[in-house]
C-alpha cells in the first residue's frame, strides 16, 4: 500500500458494504462506495407507493448491538439517530389442522405456551434452547467474529476446543434429525426446522448447529426499528456520510483490476475508466463476482457444488380493514415440510401447499398504511432461479396463498387487497445482483458449509476483500454485520503491518 491515507473501493451499498465503509472510515481510511441502483440498502430496500411502505426484504432485526456498534464507532449516540424496541412476541404460528401458537419472547412464557398448546414439558423447550445458547456461545468465536478457516482461527482456544470435541456443535447430524430426537410432537419440530430457513437452507440437510439461529430470536432477543428495517441502511448512509465516505450512486463497477503477476489489485472499472485504489472492498453476491467476470480468478474449489440458497416470492399487498388475528410476524405452515423442501432445492419448483410468512410492519409503524389499511409482506420460499415460468407460478401461488390465508386465519382479503406489488427471483436478482436470486449465496445444506463458505479474502488476490451475506460468516444483517468487522480489522492490519490472519489465509 502507498503511504498516503489509503484508498478503498467499496463495491455495492448493500448492508455490509456500508458497515464496512463505516469501519474503515473510522481507521482512517479514504472510502469511495460505488453502487450500481440509486439507492443504498441492496437486500434491505423499501417501496413508498399508493400510501403505503413496505421494506422490501429483510423483516426480522437481530443483534442490534452489531448496529449500535457502528455509531460508536464513531462516537455518535445511536438514539439521537436510529431508535428500536424489544418485541414482546416472536411470532404468531398457524398449523393446517388448526393449532395455533404464540412465540413470546420471554423464553419460559414460550416454554409455557408450548405446554399449554402441544403438552410438551417447559424443560424440554428450556433445554433446547439453552444449548442452543450454549452452541452459539461456543460457535461465534469461532465462526462468526474471525476470519475462517484460518490456521490461526483452528489453533484459537476455541479451534482447539471445538477441534478436540466437535460434536459439542452438533454438526453430524442434521437439524430435523436433531429437532425430531428431541420432540415429540411434529408441530414443535416443524417449528424449530423453521429456523433453518433464515439463512435458506433446509432443515433435512443443514447441520443442527443452525439452531444456534433460533438462540438469536429466542434468548438474545427480537427487535424492530421505529421507523421500519429500512430505517437501518437510511441512518448508517447518513453516519457514513457525517464522516466521509464518499457514494456513488447509478454506478456499477464492471470489473475489478489486479496486477497479472502478483494478482495484487490496482482498482476498479466503470464504464471506460480504469480508477485505482490501494484495497477493494466487494460486497456483490460472489456467485455473480465469478460468474459474471468481474474479477478474472477462478471461484475457490471449495463450496463449488454446494447448493444455492433459496429465493423467495413477495407479494406486498395493501389490505383494507384490521386482521386481529395477526401479529407483527405470523407463519402458516405446509402440512408436509419435506416435502415442502424436496420441491425447493430437488425439483425446483414450488410446492402446492408453501409455508406462507405474513409480515405486517404497520403494526409497528402506524405510517406505513393509510388509515384503515395494513401493509402485508406476504412471502413463501422459492427455489433459486434457473429459467422456470414464474409468471405461472406466480398466478397459481397467488390463488394457493389467498386460499390458506382463509382456512389458516378465517380471513378472506381477496376483496381486500387495494395494492400490490410483487417481487420473486428474477426481480430480486436484477435488482440486488444475487446470483439466479439467492438470498444468501450458498446454502448450509451439508456439515462442512461453515469450512467452505467463501472466506473473506484470498491469498492469491492481495487487496481484494469480500464483505455482506454470500461470504463468511453468512447471510443475514447480523452476520453481514460481522463480515464488515472482520474485513476491516484485517485489512487495517496488512494497512499497518501487522499481519493476524493475513498469512494463514488457506485459499
Ligand atoms: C426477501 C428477503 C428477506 C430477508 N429476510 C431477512 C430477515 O428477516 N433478517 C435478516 O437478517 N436477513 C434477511 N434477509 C437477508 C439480508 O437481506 C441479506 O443477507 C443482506 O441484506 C445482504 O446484504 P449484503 O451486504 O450481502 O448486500 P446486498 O443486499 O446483497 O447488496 C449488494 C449491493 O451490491 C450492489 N451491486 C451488485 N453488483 C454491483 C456492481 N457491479 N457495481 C456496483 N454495485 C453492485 C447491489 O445493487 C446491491 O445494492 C432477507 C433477504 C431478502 C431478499
Not at 42 to 66: C, N, V, Y
Not at 221 to 236: C, K, Q, T
Not at 247 to 256: A, D, L, S
Request: proline letters at 6%.
Amino acid at each position: 500500500m502507498t503511504q498516503q491515507t489509503p484508498k478503498v473501493a467499496i463495491i455495492g451499498a448493500g448492508i455490509g458494504g456500508l458497515a464496512t465503509a463505516i469501519r474503515l472510515v473510522a481507521k482512517g481510511f479514504v472510502v469511495d462506495v460505488f453502487e450500481k441502483e440509486s439507492q443504498p440498502g441492496g437486500k434491505l430496500m423499501e417501496i413508498r407507493k399508493d400510501g403505503f411502505r413496505f421494506d422490501l426484504g429483510p423483516s426480522l432485526f437481530t443483534q442490534p448491538e452489531r448496529v449500535e456498534e457502528l455509531f460508536t464507532l464513531m462516537g455518535e449516540r445511536t438514539s439521537d439517530h436510529f431508535r428500536y424496541r424489544r418485541l414482546t412476541n416472536i411470532c404468531r404460528y398457524f398449523w393446517p389442522d388448526g393449532t395455533r401458537l404464540n412465540a413470546d419472547a420471554d423464553p419460559d412464557e414460550f416454554a409455557y405456551e408450548v405446554r399449554r398448546v402441544l403438552h410438551i414439558e417447559p424443560h424440554k423447550t428450556s433445554q433446547y434452547l439453552n444449548q442452543a445458547q450454549r452452541l452459539y456461545d461456543l460457535a461465534a468465536p469461532l465462526l462468526l467474529n474471525r476470519p475462517f478457516p484460518t490456521v490461526e482461527a483452528l489453533m484459537s482456544p476455541a479451534g482447539q476446543k471445538i477441534g478436540r470435541n466437535p460434536w459439542i456443535l452438533d454438526p453430524f447430524v442434521t437439524l430435523h434429525h436433531r429437532n425430531q430426537k428431541t420432540f415429540t410432537d411434529p408441530r414443535l419440530v416443524q417449528l424449530f426446522d423453521r429456523y433453518a430457513t433464515c439463512n435458506g437452507s433446509d432443515p433435512y440437510k443443514a447441520p443442527a448447529t443452525l439452531k444456534m439461529i433460533a438462540h438469536l430470536e429466542h434468548n438474545l432477543g427480537a427487535f424492530f426499528p421505529d421507523n421500519g428495517m429500512y430505517s437501518i441502511v437510511r441512518e448508517l448512509t447518513n453516519l457514513a456520510l457525517r464522516h466521509g465516505v464518499r457514494f456513488h450512486f447509478g454506478t456499477p463497477v464492471e470489473r475489478i483490476n489486479r496486477y497479472s503477476a502478483s494478482g495484487a489489485v490496482t482498482g476498479i472499472r466503470i464504464g471506460a475508466k480504469d480508477l485505482k485504489f490501494d484495497a477493494v472492498v466487494s460486497d456483490v453476491d460472489i456467485h455473480t463476482l465469478y460468474n459474471r467476470g468481474m474479477v478474472d480468478m477462478a471461484k475457490p474449489l471449495l463450496g463449488r457444488n454446494q447448493a444455492l440458497s433459496t429465493s423467495a416470492l413477495i407479494f406486498y399487498w395493501g389490505v383494507a380493514g384490521s386482521y386481529p388475528e395477526l401479529d407483527l410476524y405470523n407463519i402458516l405452515f405446509s402440512s408436509d415440510y419435506r416435502e415442502e423442501f424436496k420441491c425447493l432445492f430437488r425439483k425446483k419448483t414450488l410446492p402446492d401447499d408453501p409455508t406462507v410468512y405474513i409480515f405486517i410492519s404497520s403494526r409497528v409503524v402506524p405510517g406505513d398504511a393509510m388509515p384503515g389499511h395494513e401493509n402485508w409482506f406476504v412471502m413463501i420460499n422459492t427455489p433459486e432461479n434457473t429459467g422456470q415460468d414464474w409468471d405461472t407460478l406466480i398466478r397459481k401461488s397467488r390463488h394457493t396463498i389467498l386460499d390458506k390465508i382463509q382456512n389458516l386465519t378465517r380471513n378472506n382479503i381477496r376483496q381486500q387487497i387495494v395494492f400490490e406489488h410483487i417481487e420473486d427471483p428474477r426481480s430480486i436478482e436484477v435488482r440486488t445482483g444475487s446470483y439466479n436470486g439467492a438470498l444468501y449465496g450458498n446454502s448450509s445444506n451439508s456439515r462442512m458449509s461453515a469450512f467452505i463458505r467463501h472466506p473473506n479474502q484470498r491469498r492469491a488476490a492481495p487487496g481484494l476483500w469480500f464483505t455482506g451475506g454470500s461470504v463468511h460468516p453468512g447471510g443475514g444483517i447480523p452476520f453481514c454485520l460481522a463480515s464488515a468487522k472482520i474485513v476491516a480489522d484485517n485489512l487495517e492490519d496488512q494497512k499497518t503491518e501487522r499481519p493476524r490472519d493475513r498469512q494463514t489465509m488457506r485459499r
